[in-house]
């Protein structure tokens, strides 16, 4: 008994050390509009929201992605109200999870009458599996985990339950939020009248019975979310055919099981072109190996109940995959595949081999026992060094484009993501090249076209991105208010400002207004110094995105010409608290210092800009101005000299130029 405690103890550890380098990464793809850039997860007080809309639902986007997850939105706002915009705590949160789901595996395993160490076994095989990667070392990839812990901790419960009680009323609370997690959650019905009728040996008739209530909480499910939430399941596009969804089934179910196999790459962004005929080879090798298998196991779980009790947990695991209602994601991506959906699958899979493992390794001689062992031993090394080394590929937001564009080089969505990963922090020449791979690709697609406009923004050209955002806005199927919003921006720093004004203002009339239709307008009163109408429309932004910095140095700056230079700093220093790394948030503080003739405390803090973002051309102008005015010219010369060569603006390189020339000048006319 207690060699078994060890064990159990000795796989939740390893489950943890094969995601341990998954706490120092960043937030990535999903996690910004998921956490990031949704005000609702940064109030607990919204936590009764989520329960009445899409996953995804926002103010500026009329897309609805048929998501419904309560419970993991829920649980945002939980982390959210702990570590903020750290990342670290909800990597944590993750890893814990796949630990209690590990640990879950082998005492649900114990439950149905597999003996320790093929129990252990399979908990190791899904502690290490690299197909879990995406589902832990990403954040927002935690959907399955979460609701495959409620469900399993829900058929745990119904498995310990000897007679209706405590026990068996848990375990349908316990479903109940796992349903509220994810969709994926009906399978424990299935596993629930499968362990009845080949485990606890009970007829069809009570097998059903037992599994009535659970089917009882899916119609009370379905109703709330259909119904009386109107949330809807994704909109399937007319190429997704129920002759496509046949045919590609086969071969879709291979490609999983290839992946759970280790002899399959694994990739983020898969792409699974639709089977078109029944004589595709495709189709043809997959029906006929998938039959093989039904076969297989047939024979081998003749005697063996749980054998049987398990395939068809895994076969049904696999039903929600196949595509009836295609799952939400781009067109390209064809019959929708993700190594995020095996988590539920991986389960009975992982029991299968651990079993088959322990029957072979029982029977066989003492050479080949111990040649099964090592082949076992070796899987599991193997497969620990694997999903150690695919969690760096989720570090963070380039590592994870970079390495599934090189396995996806012609997805458009991931390489219009990298272009505007570069445009956020002002890198244009690798902005660039990124849209010029996703135009060639796809040169009408909206995402392309809006990347597009951003890219003439953050080239100086705004005039250039007006009739390309109007035709956006104009055609937008998706994403429209966020697109009148952008063309509103570009009026307004066009100098179109009463156009803009028109269409902000129709926005929040709409109840489309949410903190930058908030932030735009209030940019027009303050050009119109309206100082107080505009500090009104501030306000309004922050509280649908507290932390935007923009916003917060925008107050920070009307506290400034107000001269209220306490008020001011206040408001930067909060900045910093949400933004530590972010060197704007430096320099601005530092301007602010050096305004009150503290040259010292500016120099201290602008230095610490330039050290966050060395390629801050504004930063080292500012630095070299600072540094000049409190004599030390040479050092001055250096940072302008270093602005001048890695400027990516063409006008703030002329204007770090101009301001080196001044100064040797100066230095040429003897002056100090």
């Not at 903020?84 to 993750?94: E, I």
């Not at 049987?308 to 076969?315: F, S, V, Y």
């Not at 026992?369 to 937001?397: C, K, M, P, Q």
Request: hydrophobic share 50%; proline share 4%.
């Amino acid at each position: 008994m207690r060699g078994w405690r060890w064990g159990l103890v000795a796989v939740g550890i390893i489950a943890f050390a094969v995601y341990a380098n998954t706490l120092q990464g960043g937030f990535v793809w999903d996690d910004r509009p998921l956490i990031l850039r949704d005000a609702a997860v940064r109030s607990l007080a919204n936590l009764g929201s989520f329960f009445t809309q899409d996953f995804f639902a926002r103010h500026e986007s009329e897309l609805r992605y048929g998501y419904y997850r309560p419970v993991v939105k829920a649980l945002y706002a939980l982390e959210y109200a702990g570590w903020g915009r750290n990342p670290f705590g909800y990597h944590v949160t993750n890893v814990l999870l796949h630990v209690g789901c590990t640990l879950l595996v082998v005492l649900l395993l114990r439950r149905l009458r597999l003996g320790p160490l093929p129990a252990l076994g399979a908990g190791l095989l899904f502690a290490v599996h690299p197909i879990h990667t995406e589902s832990v070392a990403w954040i927002a990839g935690r959907t399955d985990v979460v609701a495959f812990f409620f469900s399993a901790l829900s058929f745990l419960l119904f498995l310990e339950a000897r007679r209706r009680g405590v026990l068996i009323a848990l375990s349908w609370i316990c479903f109940a939020l796992a349903l509220l997690a994810k969709e994926m959650s009906v399978v424990v019905v299935p596993w629930v009248v499968l362990a009845s009728l080949w485990v606890r040996r009970r007829s069809w008739t009570s097998s059903l019975v037992a599994a009535l209530p659970y089917v009882l909480l899916i119609g009370v499910y379905l109703f709330v979310r259909f119904v009386v939430l109107e949330v809807p399941p994704p909109g399937q596009s007319p190429d997704h055919t129920a002759a496509k969804v046949l045919l590609s089934m086969a071969p879709t179910l291979m490609r999983y099981l290839g992946w759970l196999l280790g002899i399959t790459e694994l990739n983020a962004y898969v792409q699974n072109p639709y089977v078109l005929s029944p004589w595709d080879g495709r189709f043809l090798a997959a029906t006929l190996v998938l039959v093989a298998l039904a076969i297989g196991i047939w024979w081998w779980g003749r005697q063996r109940g749980e054998v049987l009790a398990l395939a068809g947990m895994l076969a049904v695991s696999f039903l929600p995959l196949i595509n009836i209602i295609r799952i939400a994601g781009p067109p390209d991506m064809g019959n929708m595949m993700a190594e995020r959906f095996c988590y539920f699958p991986s389960f009975p899979w992982a029991a299968l081999v651990a079993l088959g493992c322990a029957e072979l390794i029982a029977v066989a001689p003492g050479r080949l026992r111990f040649l099964l062992w090592a082949t076992f031993a070796g899987w599991i090394v193997y497969a620990s060094a694997a999903t150690v080394g695919r969690n760096r590929d989720w570090h963070d937001e380039v590592r994870f484009l970079t390495t599934t564009l090189s396995q996806s080089p012609t997805s458009v969505l991931l390489w219009t993501n990298l272009a505007n990963y570069h445009l956020r922090r002002g890198q244009l020449p690798e902005a660039t090249e990124a849209l010029r791979r996703a135009t060639a690709l796809a040169p009408t697609e909206y995402t392309v076209l809006a990347t597009r406009a951003t890219w003439y923004v953050v080239s100086g050209r705004a005039a250039e991105a007006v009739p390309l955002q109007e035709m956006i806005a104009r055609d937008a199927r998706q994403g429209r208010t966020a697109a009148r919003n952008n063309l509103a921006y570009l009026y307004r720093v066009t100098g179109r400002r009463e156009e803009a004004m028109r269409i902000l203002e129709q926005l929040v009339a709409e109840g489309r207004g949410y903190s930058d239709v908030y932030f735009n307008l209030a940019e027009i009163y303050r050009s119109r110094d309206q100082a107080d109408r505009a500090r009104d429309l501030y306000r309004r932004a922050l509280e649908s995105n507290p932390e935007d910095l923009r916003t917060l140095v925008a107050i920070a700056k009307l506290e400034v010409s107000a001269g209220r230079m306490a008020a001011a700093e206040a408001i930067y220093r909060e900045a910093l608290e949400a933004h530590p790394g972010d060197a704007r948030v430096y320099n601005n503080l530092a301007n602010l210092r050096y305004r009150q003739g503290d040259h010292a405390g500016a120099l201290e803090l602008i230095a610490r800009a330039v050290q966050l973002n060395p390629g801050s051309t504004t930063a080292r102008i500012n630095y070299a101005h600072m540094l000049a005015g409190s004599g030390r010219v040479h050092e001055a010369l250096t940072q302008l000299e270093s602005a001048v060569r890695t400027a990516s603006d063409p006008q703030l390189q002329q204007r770090a130029q101009a301001e080196l020339d001044r100064l040797r000048r100066q230095l040429a006319a003897g002056g100090s």
